[in-house]
């Protein structure tokens, strides 16, 4: 499993050597898509992680950090398979995964999933009362939106 990061000018394209870059973002309409390597994640810098809840002012992660990692399996064909041959469909199929994970500034981690005891369960070890108080004022709900308003609560 690989990631490649490819870099467009006019009508060229090239492939960028990912050992020179530790961070960049894709701008989609309004929306940034910052990307960073972790070290304590992957010491060997081969994989970009998505942060969450960057801070776009300081340009900085935050002490702590909620990472997202996207990867995408291929799952080949079953040619085998009754519905494969029931309805000719051998075509091969992606598996998308997404794992997040949340990097304390002691440089140590812990897998999250995106729900609110997840998310509650690892940061309430060191942050109780801001987990507490954040949790307050929110519903029930989770999103990607709500993790990085909770962790920029946090980083405050």
């Known amino acids: 499993l690989t990631q490649e990061l490819f870099a467009k000018w006019a009508d060229t394209v090239i492939v960028v050597n990912t050992n020179y870059v530790s961070r960049f973002f894709l701008l989609e309409g309004v929306t940034h898509h910052h990307f960073v390597k972790s070290p304590v994640l992957d010491p060997k810098g081969s994989f970009f992680y998505e942060s969450i809840a960057f801070d776009v002012p300081s340009s900085d992660s935050g002490k702590v950090q909620l990472l997202r990692l996207k990867t995408v ?67 029930k709900s989770m999103s990607e939106e709500i993790a990085a308003s909770l962790i920029r609560y946090v980083n405050q």
């Open 73 to 139: 399996k291929r799952l080949k064909a079953n040619k085998d398979a009754y519905l494969s041959n029931f309805n000719g469909d051998y075509n091969e199929k992606y598996d998308d995964k997404e794992e997040y994970f949340v990097v304390f500034p002691d440089q140590t981690f812990e897998k999250v999933k995106l729900n609110k005891s997840s998310l509650s369960e690892v940061l309430s070890k060191k942050y109780a009362s801001k987990v507490e108080t954040f949790f307050k004022t929110q519903g």
